[in-house]
């Protein structure tokens, strides 16, 4: 059964503290992942997607890296703004368009 | 501007109530979905449209109804057999599968509750 895992649950980070999110999935067949983050009350925003094992992508304090069994969502110098929940999904060969979504980590970044 | 929206932003149901949340996009996706998100879960898929008049069932289409007649329009119907309609639904929209790049994106949500 194709599954995503996100961890931490929650993490607390004061402003400037570089930290790693973490996202393990088990799929047949990986066609892509997806990282999202959503603030409160809101729909999730789209923020990178990765095709292979090896890619890396960037964006302003965030870097998302894959591997064949797990990504990362490296926060750099973290400020208030980025405490928001980021979200993983995955879209695997067998389950057509339906992306598979893990829990969740929650950031708050503390000034 | 392109985008998703979707209305209203807040809706109240009563018991035995049908309710109708809308979705419009002006992205020029094909595909279109809609997921319900609950406290400490992950978004599941309820009902998903590649094409317009054609739609498929996700994980948790029971009590649930969708329509497909235009290309940006993708309404979702929750039914009074749904025994638990409380939840934050979104609606999301994306290339065709296989053409281009997969990812969706979201709209700003609808939350529902019980009365």
Known sequence: EDQVTQSPEALRLQEGE??????????????????YRQDPGKGPEFLFTLYSAGEEKEKERLKATLTKKESFLHITAPKPEDSATYLCAVLSNQAGTALIFGKGTTLSVSS | DGGITQSPKYLFRKEGQNVTLSCEQNLNHDA???????????????????????????????????????KESFPLTVTSAQKNPTAFYLCASGRLAGVGTDTQYFGPGTRLTVL
Do not use: H
Request: glycine residues 10%; aromatic residues 18%; positive net charge.
């Open chain 1, 18 to 35: 570089s930290s790693s999110l973490n996202c393990s999935y088990t799929v047949s067949g990986l066609r892509g992942l997806f990282w």
């Open chain 2, 32 to 70: 279109m979905y809609w997921y319900r998100q609950d406290p400490g879960q992950g978004l599941r898929l309820i009902y998903y449209s590649q094409i317009v008049n054609d739609f498929q069932k996700g994980d948790i289409a029971e009590g649930y109804s969708v329509s497909r007649e235009k």
